[in-house]
């Protein structure tokens, strides 16, 4: 496998290589030498006046001389012209037309850090550019055999179906790098190191995301724009202060129009090379195959586990034979028992959560979990045997999550030892979960503690409709909805808070005496007493029941 050396440190000669051959031993840098790290992408000779306009990025100019003799406007403009051009250097051969460089030239390269080369008179020119020539085209064509190695190297990462992983220790080992691979939210997905590692690249392997300081100075700087529009590998430069120490090439990892995720290059301690930045354009490439692959086959299993699960909510006690069969063979990891876990991201449907991330972590909490997306949510078939372990497992999968920014809601039903109470355990944890995103009751929500929410729940219209307090909390909504107030909203608060003024004051952003005014009102306008415990008892659990029917609409 091609490993990368320090001999192929740079495939394209620059300035300074040129410089070391045999053939260019005469020359001598008479200005702008800390531009000698440039790059040369072909030779161009001329002594034209215009010469300039006819020069393209890359190219290193060779010139008599003849042009700028008894020309003082040339002379001053030539090296800025050259240097607008993208030329990265220019060699004159000193003699008749020109004995010397003028001053005005070598201020000029200096200040532009722009190589201005002399050689020789007696020196023939066309040695020295047929030489430069052929090592060019040499280098050309090694950089594209090595691109083509790379490029195979890579693609049997494909070929014998490994995954994202693989593909990051074959880049280090190709590059001699570390690497990470992100989704498009700067989460990881696979990493590799390889040599020195700087503080970010520890943090974020730790944190299994790069850090959101990192994000929040690549904003700063502007580069957050770039990263996004970009469909080609870009540079990042080193940011000490903010613990990154070494340059990085980041690539997007792109199919079609969608981005789904980068790949880093951390280049460490040494230059940046053309054939790095080949080696992780490919790479991202590859990558995009197998997340592209891995999501088909995904899509695929999911088909099949829907399918199932649809069934079996379906088919009431009564079991068809077939799906007999089908339920067993779907079941058959699950060793102890059965409980269902059904999570929904706040921030939208299941396609807003990488599903290659909660897979693993799933996982990792339990290894025979099963997984189904459906309807939006996620369904979590643990095996379970009591109910507190998948408690457990909500509050440990809540956990992970908001440390990588998923703000999740799950629903726990109780643990059954015989998976023909999957449907059982499936409807205790969707109650769960509609109830307590009405409820507002944090991340978490288990089937054994709704208590009253569970009658309520369940609770016929016709009794509903009898209830006083039902219709007093209907009476605050036409109220609210007639003159734009938010007096039911002011009530929900108050009594979620246990009737404590400063914390509801804090949290609707009101004056005390603005929420006392707004009380008082509730009161006159209900005709209430808030001293009553009965009172406030029945009309909070009159509106969280308000709450529960509507979202049931």
């Not at 050689?119 to 280098?139: D, K």
């Not at 209830?467 to 003159?483: E, F, T, V, W």
Request: with cysteine; charged share 20%; net charge negative.
């Amino acid at each position: 496998m091609l490993i990368y050396s320090k001999e192929r440190d740079e495939t394209m000669v620059t300035v300074a290589q040129a410089l070391e051959m045999k053939a260019f031993t005469p020359g001598k840098v008479v200005a702008g030498g800390s531009g000698l790290n440039k790059r040369i992408e072909w030779i161009h000779q001329g002594d034209i006046p215009d010469i300039a306009e006819w020069c393209q990025p890359g190219e290193l100019l060779f010139t008599s001389g003849f042009g700028l003799m008894d020309n003082p406007n040339l002379q001053n403009n030539l090296v800025a012209q050259l240097d607008e051009r993208g030329v990265v250097g220019l060699v004159v051969s000193l003699g008749p037309y020109l004995p010397s460089i003028p001053d005005v030239m070598v201020d000029s390269a200096n200040q532009l850090n722009f190589p201005l080369i002399t050689l020789p008179w007696e020196v023939a020119t066309i040695e020295v550019v047929r030489s430069l020539a052929e090592f060019t085209v040499q280098s050309h064509y090694q950089l594209m055999q090595q691109s083509l190695e790379i490029h195979n190297s890579l693609t049997q990462i494909v070929l014998q179906g490994l995954g994202i992983d693989a593909l990051a220790q074959a880049l280090a080992r190709l590059t001699q790098c570390s690497v990470t691979i992100e989704d498009p939210y700067f989460r990881l997905l696979a990493y590799a190191s390889w040599g020195k590692i700087d503080p970010v690249r520890l943090d974020t392997i730790q944190q299994l995301k790069t850090p959101a300081s990192i994000i929040d100075e690549l904003k700063r700087l502007g580069l957050e724009h770039k990263i996004q529009s970009s469909r080609t590998p870009i540079r990042l430069p080193a940011i000490p202060e903010k613990g990154l120490l070494f340059e990085r090439i980041l690539a997007p990892i792109v199919a079609g129009d969608t981005v789904y995720g980068y790949a880093w290059l951390i280049i460490g301690d040494r230059p940046i090379s053309d054939l790095d930045t080949i080696a992780i354009e490919h790479a991202a490439t590859v990558a995009a195959l197998i997340l592209l692959k891995d999501r088909a086959v995904h899509e695929a299993e999911q088909r099949q586990k829907l399918s199932v699960l649809e069934e079996l909510l379906g088919s009431g006690p009564d079991i068809s034979p077939g799906l007999n069969e089908r339920a067993k063979r779907f079941f058959s990891i699950l060793k102890e028992g059965i409980q269902v876990v059904l999570i929904r991201h706040s921030g939208g449907d299941v396609t807003s959560i990488p599903s290659l991330w909660l897979e693993r972590e799933v996982i990792k909490l339990d290894p025979h979990a099963l997984i189904v997306e459906r309807a939006g949510d996620v369904v979590v078939i643990l095996d379970s045997r009591r109910s507190e372990q998948g408690v457990r497992f909500a509050r440990q999968l809540c956990f992970e999550g908001n440390n990588q920014g998923y703000s999740f809601t799950m629903g726990v039903g109780r643990a059954y030892q015989e998976w023909v109470h999957f449907s059982a355990s499936f409807q205790e944890g969707q109650e769960s979960l509609d109830t307590g995103i009405v409820i507002a009751s944090g991340c978490v929500t288990t089937f054994e503690e709704l208590g009253v929410w569970h009658w309520l729940h369940h609770l016929p219209l016709d009794i509903r409709t009898t209830n006083r307090y039902q219709a007093m909390i209907s009476k605050l909504a036409d109220h609210d909805a007639q003159r734009g107030s938010e007096l039911l909203k002011t009530l929900e608060s108050y009594l979620d808070f246990g009737l404590n003024v400063k914390e509801t004051a804090r949290r609707l952003s009101l004056h005390r005496n603005t929420l006392h005014q707004r009380l008082n009102k509730i009161e006159n306008l209900l005709e209430i007493d808030f001293q009553q415990p009965l009172t406030y008892l029945n009309l909070h659990i009159a509106i969280k029941d308000m709450r529960l029917n509507t979202s049931k609409d």
